[in-house]
């Protein structure tokens, strides 16, 4: 089954501690992405990946580091988690940049930073 | 200001009616994406238009790329419809980033 998938669902963290939160399609679709959604804010782009070893800065990219070292896999780090970063988080993928093609949304990750 | 607004922010309809959201955007774009956010969080994605019109089912979607304007019609709306409709833009500056609307947070009821 055509998926993206995102690990873990839920967190609850402490500031400061170190946390990656996982990323993985199996369309081999060149391009991904990570977005924060707050309320009254909506969905605002973190980061994004044209292909392996391409990526760059969205909207929102303080705070947070991406890597894409394989096509199928686009982790989202915080290094050092403020509260602020409190969210629910998506990944999603699509198979070519510009924004010609539908995206793959994953379930979410729901991110408590005490 | 949002590059891109999305009117109303909440609507109920009975079911059965003709619904229309309206998507506004101020920033040349290159595709705009119609996406759908269920109750229980998961995002699917409705329809890409760079130009014209896209029907898929019940669902009908148009762009006016001259006024800058995105809608999206339901026809004979049904429960099953209540989500929140989010409007997605690509600006052509920027070529391969996303910009969204706040949402239209939609209730059919019976």
């Known amino acids: 089954e055509a998926q993206v998938t995102q690990n873990p669902r839920y967190l609850i963290t402490v500031t400061g501690k170190k946390l990656t939160v996982t990323c993985s399609q199996n369309?081999?679709?060149?391009?991904m992405s990570w977005y924060r959604q707050d309320p009254g804010l909506g969905l605002r782009q973190i980061y994004y990946?044209?292909?392996?070893?391409?990526?760059d800065k969205g909207d929102v990219p303080e705070g947070y580091k991406v890597s894409r070292k394989e096509k199928r896999n686009f982790p989202l780090i915080l290094e050092s988690p403020s509260p602020n970063q409190t969210s629910l988080y998506f990944c999603?993928?699509?198979?070519?940049?510009?924004?010609?093609?539908?995206?793959?949304f994953g379930p979410g990750t729901r991110l408590t930073v005490l | 200001k949002n590059e891109v607004e999305q009117s109303p922010q909440n609507l109920t309809a009975q079911e059965g009616e003709f619904i229309t959201i309206n998507c506004s955007y101020s920033?040349?774009?290159?595709?705009l994406h119609w996406l759908q956010q269920h109750p229980g969080g998961g995002i699917v994605s409705l329809f890409m238009?760079?130009?014209g019109k896209k029907k898929h089912g019940r669902l009908i979607a148009t762009i006016n790329i001259q006024e800058k304007h995105s809608s999206l019609h339901i026809t004979a709306s049904h429960p099953r419809d209540s989500a929140v409709y989010i409007c997605?833009?690509?600006?052509?500056?920027?070529?391969?980033?996303?910009?969204f609307g706040t949402g239209t947070s939609l209730t059919v009821i019976p």
């Open positions: 238009l760079s130009s």
């Open positions: 990946s044209m292909n392996v070893e391409v990526t």
């Open positions: 997605a833009v690509i600006r052509v500056r920027t070529g391969n980033q996303f910009y």
């Open positions: 920033v040349g774009i290159s595709a």
């Open positions: 369309m081999n679709h060149e391009y």
């Open positions: 999603a993928s699509s198979l070519s940049a510009g924004g010609r093609n539908e995206q793959f």
